[in-house]
């Protein structure tokens, strides 16, 4: 499957973003969806993760309260819906899709077969 991954953007403190993942093959309902990001000279760490059923989700401490993952079936895409954006979620977002995840796997990233390309996001101070 490949992964396809827009939305980001330069935008100001408190300010908000949508991103997108789009899929590139038919989804089964257990695959689970997850966004990651990186930030330069730093690991790539996990932000949220949902069952593509949407029974399941999982947030990073970090972002909880301020970002929703979401997908639209019919569409085929996930989205994450990021509000009172910081500084400090300035990264690189890739989407992944990890086949059959446990909700204690959703934030590995070894889980994760398939990546998209990276899109930047930058929040001034």
């Known amino acids: 499957v490949q992964l396809q991954a827009s939305g980001g953007g330069l935008v100001q403190t408190g300010g908000s973003l949508k991103l997108s993942c789009a899929i590139s093959?038919?989804?089964?309902?257990?695959?689970?969806m997850g966004w990651f990001r990186q930030a330069p000279g730093k690991e790539r760490e996990f932000v949220a993760a949902?069952?593509?059923?949407?029974?399941?989700?999982r947030y990073a401490d970090s972002v909880k309260g301020r970002f929703t993952i979401s997908r639209d079936n019919a569409k085929n895409t996930v989205y994450l819906h990021m509000n009172s954006l910081k500084p400090e979620d300035t990264s690189v977002y890739y989407c992944?899709?990890?086949?059959?995840?446990?909700?204690?796997?959703?934030?590995?990233?070894?889980?994760?077969?398939?990546w998209g390309q990276g899109t930047q996001v930058t929040v001034s101070s």
């Open positions: 992944a899709a990890g086949p059959r995840l446990i909700f204690s796997s959703f934030a590995d990233i070894r889980k994760y077969d398939s």
């Open positions: 093959a038919r989804t089964s309902s257990d695959t689970v």
């Open positions: 949902t069952k593509w059923n949407g029974a399941t989700t």
